[in-house]
Protein backbone atom coordinates (compact mmCIF):
# COMPACT_ATOMS: atom_id res chain seq x y z
CA UNK A 1 0.00 0.00 0.00
CA UNK A 2 2.32 2.34 1.31
CA UNK A 3 4.65 1.60 -2.10
CA UNK A 4 1.48 2.59 -4.13
CA UNK A 5 1.39 5.79 -2.21
CA UNK A 6 5.25 6.01 -3.50
CA UNK A 7 4.91 5.78 -7.18
CA UNK A 8 1.01 7.38 -7.65
CA UNK A 9 3.79 10.86 -5.72
CA UNK A 10 6.55 10.18 -8.35
CA UNK A 11 4.28 10.35 -10.71
CA UNK A 12 3.02 13.39 -9.78
CA UNK A 13 -0.61 12.98 -10.77
CA UNK A 14 -1.79 15.34 -8.21
CA UNK A 15 -4.61 14.12 -5.69
CA UNK A 16 -7.88 13.13 -6.68
CA UNK A 17 -9.30 15.70 -5.10
CA UNK A 18 -7.19 18.37 -7.03
CA UNK A 19 -7.63 16.38 -10.36
CA UNK A 20 -11.44 16.53 -9.80
CA UNK A 21 -11.13 20.21 -8.66
CA UNK A 22 -9.19 20.69 -12.65
CA UNK A 23 -12.22 18.87 -14.33
CA UNK A 24 -14.79 20.66 -12.72
CA UNK A 25 -12.89 24.45 -12.98
CA UNK A 26 -12.84 23.37 -16.85
CA UNK A 27 -16.40 22.28 -17.27
CA UNK A 28 -17.53 25.90 -15.38
CA UNK A 29 -15.06 27.83 -17.68
CA UNK A 30 -16.88 25.82 -20.90
CA UNK A 31 -20.27 26.94 -19.42
CA UNK A 32 -18.99 30.70 -18.69
CA UNK A 33 -17.86 31.07 -22.57
CA UNK A 34 -21.37 29.33 -23.99
CA UNK A 35 -23.20 32.16 -22.35
CA UNK A 36 -24.23 34.97 -24.20
CA UNK A 37 -24.32 38.55 -23.06
CA UNK A 38 -27.73 40.15 -22.71
CA UNK A 39 -28.51 43.18 -25.87
CA UNK A 40 -29.62 46.03 -24.77
CA UNK A 41 -32.29 46.27 -23.20
CA UNK A 42 -33.02 42.40 -23.12
CA UNK A 43 -34.28 40.54 -20.32
CA UNK A 44 -34.33 36.79 -20.10
CA UNK A 45 -37.65 35.05 -19.97
CA UNK A 46 -37.86 34.22 -16.82
CA UNK A 47 -36.84 37.16 -15.25
CA UNK A 48 -39.78 38.47 -17.13
CA UNK A 49 -42.03 36.14 -15.75
CA UNK A 50 -40.60 37.04 -12.16
CA UNK A 51 -41.28 40.55 -12.72
CA UNK A 52 -44.82 39.89 -13.35
CA UNK A 53 -45.23 37.31 -10.25
CA UNK A 54 -43.42 40.03 -8.06
CA UNK A 55 -45.71 42.53 -9.10
CA UNK A 56 -48.90 40.63 -9.25
CA UNK A 57 -48.35 39.41 -5.56
CA UNK A 58 -47.50 43.40 -4.31
CA UNK A 59 -51.01 44.26 -5.94
CA UNK A 60 -52.49 41.34 -4.76
CA UNK A 61 -51.29 42.49 -1.13
CA UNK A 62 -52.37 46.27 -1.76
CA UNK A 63 -55.95 44.78 -3.20
CA UNK A 64 -56.33 42.74 -0.35
CA UNK A 65 -55.73 45.26 2.07
CA UNK A 66 -58.16 47.21 0.82
CA UNK A 67 -60.79 44.80 0.58
CA UNK A 68 -60.64 44.18 4.65
CA UNK A 69 -59.43 40.91 4.02
CA UNK A 70 -58.72 39.15 7.52
CA UNK A 71 -55.54 37.20 8.55
CA UNK A 72 -55.91 35.01 11.50
CA UNK A 73 -59.38 36.93 11.89
CA UNK A 74 -57.69 40.29 12.62
CA UNK A 75 -56.99 42.74 9.81
CA UNK A 76 -53.23 43.38 9.64
CA UNK A 77 -51.76 46.74 10.44
CA UNK A 78 -50.51 49.48 7.75
CA UNK A 79 -47.02 48.36 8.00
CA UNK A 80 -47.48 44.66 7.43
CA UNK A 81 -49.00 45.29 4.23
CA UNK A 82 -46.75 47.98 3.27
CA UNK A 83 -43.51 46.33 3.80
CA UNK A 84 -43.90 43.23 1.72
CA UNK A 85 -45.64 44.82 -1.19
CA UNK A 86 -43.12 47.29 -0.97
CA UNK A 87 -40.36 44.96 -1.01
CA UNK A 88 -42.08 42.81 -3.98
CA UNK A 89 -42.95 46.07 -6.11
CA UNK A 90 -39.12 46.54 -5.92
CA UNK A 91 -38.28 43.48 -6.91
CA UNK A 92 -40.72 43.40 -9.94
CA UNK A 93 -39.20 47.16 -11.13
CA UNK A 94 -35.59 45.64 -10.96
CA UNK A 95 -36.01 42.62 -12.56
CA UNK A 96 -38.17 44.37 -15.01
CA UNK A 97 -35.06 46.54 -15.70
CA UNK A 98 -32.58 43.39 -15.13
CA UNK A 99 -31.01 43.74 -12.29
CA UNK A 100 -29.17 41.23 -10.77
CA UNK A 101 -29.60 42.30 -6.88
CA UNK A 102 -33.63 41.99 -7.86
CA UNK A 103 -32.89 38.43 -9.57
CA UNK A 104 -30.71 37.71 -6.47
CA UNK A 105 -33.45 38.69 -3.53
CA UNK A 106 -36.56 37.00 -5.56
CA UNK A 107 -34.44 33.74 -5.47
CA UNK A 108 -33.89 34.43 -1.64
CA UNK A 109 -37.87 34.53 -1.24
CA UNK A 110 -38.06 31.39 -3.52
CA UNK A 111 -35.65 29.66 -1.21
CA UNK A 112 -37.72 30.79 1.83
CA UNK A 113 -41.25 29.85 -0.05
CA UNK A 114 -39.41 26.50 -0.91
CA UNK A 115 -37.96 25.36 2.54
CA UNK A 116 -41.88 26.62 3.89
CA UNK A 117 -43.68 24.09 1.31
CA UNK A 118 -40.73 21.79 2.36
CA UNK A 119 -41.78 22.03 5.97
CA UNK A 120 -45.08 22.16 5.38
CA UNK A 121 -45.24 19.05 3.65
CA UNK A 122 -43.59 16.92 6.29
CA UNK A 123 -45.59 18.56 8.98
CA UNK A 124 -48.77 20.17 7.84
CA UNK A 125 -49.91 18.13 4.79
CA UNK A 126 -52.58 16.22 5.72
CA UNK A 127 -54.91 15.78 2.88
CA UNK A 128 -54.03 14.41 -0.62
CA UNK A 129 -55.16 17.86 -2.28
CA UNK A 130 -52.64 19.91 0.58
CA UNK A 131 -50.06 17.45 -0.46
CA UNK A 132 -50.62 18.14 -4.38
CA UNK A 133 -50.75 21.54 -3.73
CA UNK A 134 -47.74 21.40 -2.13
CA UNK A 135 -45.70 19.58 -4.38
CA UNK A 136 -47.14 21.73 -7.57
CA UNK A 137 -45.65 24.86 -5.32
CA UNK A 138 -42.21 23.00 -4.82
CA UNK A 139 -42.25 22.53 -8.79
CA UNK A 140 -43.08 25.85 -9.87
CA UNK A 141 -40.78 27.78 -7.15
CA UNK A 142 -37.87 24.95 -7.80
CA UNK A 143 -38.15 25.50 -11.82
CA UNK A 144 -38.42 29.36 -11.33
CA UNK A 145 -34.79 29.15 -9.09
CA UNK A 146 -33.16 26.85 -11.64
CA UNK A 147 -33.52 29.01 -14.63
CA UNK A 148 -33.14 32.03 -13.01
CA UNK A 149 -29.37 30.85 -12.32
CA UNK A 150 -28.41 31.05 -15.71
CA UNK A 151 -29.96 34.01 -16.11
CA UNK A 152 -27.94 35.68 -13.03
CA UNK A 153 -25.38 34.76 -15.32
CA UNK A 154 -26.16 36.30 -17.93
CA UNK A 155 -27.16 39.62 -16.31
CA UNK A 156 -23.86 39.71 -14.69
CA UNK A 157 -21.63 39.42 -17.75
CA UNK A 158 -19.76 42.14 -19.15
CA UNK A 159 -20.08 42.23 -22.39
CA UNK A 160 -17.44 40.56 -24.47
CA UNK A 161 -15.16 42.72 -27.89
CA UNK A 162 -16.01 40.94 -30.77
CA UNK A 163 -13.24 38.36 -31.86
CA UNK A 164 -11.11 39.55 -34.47
Known sequence: MAER??????????????????????????????????AEGERPTVVTIGALVAGLVAVSILGGYLAGVKVSGETPKLPQVIAPALLMGTMAWGMWRARYWAVLGFQLVLVFLIFSAVLGLTVQA????????????????????????KAMARIQMPTRLPKE
Not at 13 to 36: F, H, I, Q
Not at 126 to 149: D, E, H, I, S, Y
Open 126 to 149: ATVPQVLATLALLAVAGAFFFFMV
Open 5 to 38: RRKRKERGGGSPVARGYARAEERNREAREALAPL
